[in-house]
């Protein structure tokens, strides 16, 4: 008889004394598992474990394992179990809702963190599926998708029942606009493709969004899936800067355009010349320097203008001193004069009210047939209180116009002419049209026209960003 070498007899008593310590470690604890119930994919269910310690004090490491490990959750990864004591803890189950219906296996396993002894139980989850079709596969062109691009939605119906089906329909909806393909039979065990696309507004603000997908046969929808995807913000405030140049001095154009997705402040700058004979004319900036700034408060999609105005004023110093003489000569050879004027609201916020007054002097000589004509713009209107003679008003497309019928103005005589205004909208600066008066002496006609005013609208300050401008 052949006898074995010693070192193979040594080997394999270690390995029955490993297998029997493992034996034995593995008896001073037990699990038992509770068998889930029967659920319906895209449902939840909750079991229970217990865990029996009949060794020493120890922790005891928790993990479940199967079929697809993402389905299942233990409320507890580890536990301390006195001697002689028992644990338990909750195990979910979660199949989403385009799982195959099957009874689908899982372990659990329990390990005690002491000698490294484990122990293994089975459990099996049954699956079933409310409708005879499931959506397989779906997918989206874009998970961040820009404004202005076109997502293409994708979708795979299987047919999962025990016959075919006919005469269904297959309906995309993004927000209010809805697409539907005709699905007009699938037979058991087959599996069909189906894709659509949607364009995004050009505008489309951030957020998160859904494209869905619903399959419906009469009236019952037999399946429906959610697909979600973002839209990012997109900030982007361009300027451009246009001048035009001529002897009185240099006139820019901002045009400043919110080309994001979501309301902008933001600082729009421009170098201003600084020399000796030029003199700044425009709005307020917000800070001045080498190059003068602006804040702006834009929507997506809208543009604001902002002209201003570099004046070499030894040019309109000398043509203001000309007007001088020319208003001096001019007065003495008549002194009928019209004067406009804002009494109260030079800066005017929306809502709020402006007075304005209309000064008539008929000078040296009487004046016969005086009508006196005003014009409000559409961005104010006009309070039917008149503190003095209440004017014929007429509605025309680009505002309202006041006329006074006056008649025969004597000699020296001094009419005064009001009414007020309200800013039915926001504005940052209106230049009011000057009145004008006509009337008659003797034969010839007389005219005057008062000079112009200016409406500053109140605005709040708001937050600055700092913006490039384009050349």
């Known amino acids: 008889m052949k006898s074995f070498p010693f070192s193979l007899t040594l080997a394999a008593v270690l390995a029955m004394l490993a297998a029997a310590s493992a034996f034995a470690a593995a008896a001073d604890f037990s699990v038992d598992v509770t068998q889930p119930v029967t659920l319906y994919a895209g449902n939840s269910t909750n079991f229970s474990a217990t865990i029996s310690n009949n060794g020493a004090d120890d922790w005891f490491s928790i993990a479940a394992i199967g079929t ?42 329990v390990s005690r963190a002491g000698n490294g002894a484990m122990q293994q139980k089975e459990f099996f989850v049954n699956v079933l599926q409310s409708s005879a079709v499931i959506i397989s596969g779906s997918s989206l062109s874009c998970s961040a998708c820009n404004p202005g691009d076109s997502v293409t939605v994708s979708v795979a ?18 927000g209010d606009r809805t697409k539907t393909m005709s699905v007009s039979s699938l037979d058991f065990g087959a599996e069909k493709a189906f894709s659509t696309d949607f364009s995004l507004d050009p505008l489309a603000a951030p957020g998160d969004y859904n494209m869905d997908v619903k399959l419906v046969q009469d009236t019952s929808v037999l399946v429906r899936k959610s697909l979600p995807f973002k839209v990012p913000l997109i900030s982007n405030i361009k300027t451009a800067r246009n001048v035009s140049s001529s002897i009185f001095g240099n006139y820019i154009t901002l ?14 700058s421009s170098q201003v010349l600084n020399a000796w004979y030029s003199l700044y004319s425009g709005p307020q900036p917000s800070s001045a320097g080498a190059e003068y700034a602006w804040t702006v408060s834009l929507a997506p999609g809208e543009s604001l203008t902002m002209n201003y105005s570099e004046i070499f004023w030894p040019v309109p110093l000398l043509l203001v001193m000309l007007a001088f003489i020319g208003a001096y000569y001019y007065i003495s050879a008549t002194s009928l004069s019209l004067r406009k004027r804002i009494m109260r609201g030079h800066i005017l916020s929306e809502g709020n009210e402006a007075s304005v007054s209309l000064e008539v002097r008929s000078g040296l000589r009487a004046i016969d047939n005086v009508v006196v004509r005003d014009f409000v713009p559409k961005q104010f209107s006009v309070s039917e209180r008149f503190e003095t003679i209440k004017p014929v008003i007429r509605k025309t497309p680009s505002g309202t116009e006041l006329v006074w019928r006056l008649g025969r103005l004597k000699s020296r005589e001094v009419r005064v002419l009001h009414y007020r205004m309200k800013a039915v909208s926001a504005f940052d600066s209106v230049r009011l049209q000057p009145a004008d008066l006509n009337g008659r002496r003797g034969n010839n006609l007389v005219t005057r026209t008062s000079g112009f005013v200016v409406l500053h609208g109140a605005s709040e300050p708001a937050k600055r960003i700092k913006v490039v401008v384009g050349k």
């Open 157 to 174: 119906l299987k047919n999962i029942g025990s016959r075919a089906l006919s005469n269904m329909k297959l309906v995309f909806s993004f």
């Open 255 to 268: 045009v400043s355009t919110n080309y994001g997705n979501a309301p902008k402040t933001a600082d729009i």
């Open 68 to 109: 697809y490990t993402s389905w299942v959750s233990v409320s507890k990864q580890g536990l301390f179990i006195p001697s002689g004591s028992n644990a338990s803890f909750s195990i979910s189950i979660s199949p989403p809702a385009d799982a195959f219906p099957n009874n689908y296996r899982y372990t659990m396993i």
